[in-house]
């Protein structure tokens, strides 16, 4: 995983064209899922690199919404917490109707 604008754009574009596939909703990452209609999350994490990429739905016939961030930077490394905290407001967000 190396991070960066480009794998970002990638991962909005995939998660969105899985939509449908039951699988990404098994795990609704930082979302709690009882908040959404639809909450997909695909993610990970390795030296210096932090990615979440989320789809969220608040109803049937709401728009989907796909919020990624990914996080480079394996000289200094990450401060996860501010970065998890940074997605987690970003859902919160859509969530209240602000995004």
């Known amino acids: ?14 998660i969105y064209a899985l939509r449908g596939a039951n699988e990404i909703y098994i795990n609704p990452g930082l979302a709690t899922k009882s908040d959404w209609y639809r909450a997909g999350y695909k993610g990970g994490s390795e030296g210096g690199v932090l990615q979440y990429t989320h789809l969220l739905q608040k109803s049937k016939k709401s728009p989907v919404y796909v919020i990624s961030l990914t ?21 919160a967000l859509v969530k209240e109707g602000k995004l």
């Open 1 to 14: 995983m190396r991070g960066g604008q480009y794998e970002t754009k990638i991962n909005l574009s995939i």
């Open 71 to 91: 996080a480079n930077n394996p000289e200094k490394g990450l401060n996860t917490s501010k970065i998890t905290e940074i997605a987690s407001r970003l859902i």
